[in-house]
C-alpha cells in the first residue's frame, strides 16, 4: 500500500526522557512535514523538508529536531520532553496538489 | 499572520440534510486546503483549490478569493460524514509553500442517522 507511517502510535514516557518518531512515505514525495496537535485539537505546522533539506521551522523549542536520512524519511527526535510536549505528532507528505498524512503519534509525558 | 475563522465550531445534523460549512481568512491565500480528520483520529487532505469549486463525490468546496472566503458542502450527508472538518491556508510568510500552513480550529460534524 502506498501511504505515509509512522511509529510508533502510542508513545508513553516519562519527563526528562529522549525519544524519537520515525516516519516514511513511500509515495516518492519530495516534501514532508511535522504537524503538531494540541489538547484542544489545534494542528500547528512545526517542520517542513524538501529532498532532504529544511525549508520550514517554525517557533519549536530546540529540544525537537527533526532528521531526514534521505527523501522517504523524516523522524523527529525530541529531548528532554516535558509535561507540555504531550500531543498527537502527524507526519505528511506532498507532491503538487497532494497532501497526505501519517496516522498519527500520541505522544504522553507523565 | 492568516487568522483563518471557521463556522459553525459544531454542527448537528440528520441524514440526508445539506451541509454547508464556512471558512474566512485574513490575508491572500494562493490555495486553501479542506481537511477531514475522522474520530479515529486520522487526517484525510479533502481538496486543495485556488479559485471557483470542486467536487469530489458528494463533496463540494468553493473558495471565492476577492472575499477571502470558502465554503465546504456535502449533499446528502450520511452518519459516515461525521468528523471535523478542518479549513487551512498557507501562512503569511510561506514563502510560496502551499504547505505551509495555519489551520481553523475545525468544525465537528454530527450526521444523526
Known amino acids: 500500500d502506498t501511504a505515509v507511517s509512522q511509529t510508533p502510535k502510542y508513545l508513553v514516557t516519562q519527563m526528562g526522557n529522549d525519544k524519537s518518531i520515525k516516519c516514511e512515505q513511500n509515495?516518492?514525495?519530495?516534501?514532508m512535514y511535522w504537524y503538531k496537535q494540541d489538547s484542544k485539537k489545534f494542528l500547528k505546522i512545526m517542520f517542513s523538508y524538501n529532498n532532504k533539506e529544511l525549508i520550514i521551522n517554525e517557533t519549536v523549542p530546540n529540544r525537537f529536531s527533526p532528521k531526514s536520512p534521505d527523501k522517504a524519511h523524516l523522524n523527529l527526535h525530541i529531548n528532554s520532553l516535558e509535561l507540555g510536549d504531550s500531543a498527537v505528532y502527524f507526519c505528511a507528505s506532498s507532491h503538487g496538489p497532494k497532501l497526505l498524512f501519517g496516522p498519527g503519534t500520541r505522544l504522553t509525558v507523565l | 499572520k492568516n487568522e483563518v475563522e471557521q463556522s459553525p465550531q459544531n454542527l448537528t445534523a440528520q441524514e440526508g440534510e445539506f451541509i454547508t460549512i464556512n471558512c474566512s481568512y485574513s490575508v491572500g491565500i494562493s490555495a486553501l486546503h479542506w481537511l477531514q480528520q475522522h474520530p479515529g483520529g486520522g487526517i484525510v487532505s479533502l481538496f486543495m483549490?485556488?479559485?471557483g469549486k470542486k467536487k469530489h463525490g458528494r463533496l463540494i468546496a468553493t473558495i471565492n478569493i476577492q472575499e477571502k472566503h470558502s465554503s465546504l458542502h456535502i449533499t446528502a450527508s450520511h452518519p459516515r460524514d461525521s468528523a471535523v472538518y478542518i479549513c487551512?491556508?498557507?501562512?503569511?510568510?510561506?514563502?510560496?509553500?502551499?504547505?505551509?500552513?495555519?489551520f481553523g480550529k475545525g468544525t465537528l460534524l454530527t450526521v444523526n442517522p
Open positions: 509515495l516518492g514525495h519530495d516534501t
Open positions: 483549490l485556488s479559485s
Open positions: 487551512a491556508v498557507p501562512a503569511r510568510n510561506s514563502g510560496g509553500s502551499n504547505y505551509k500552513l495555519t
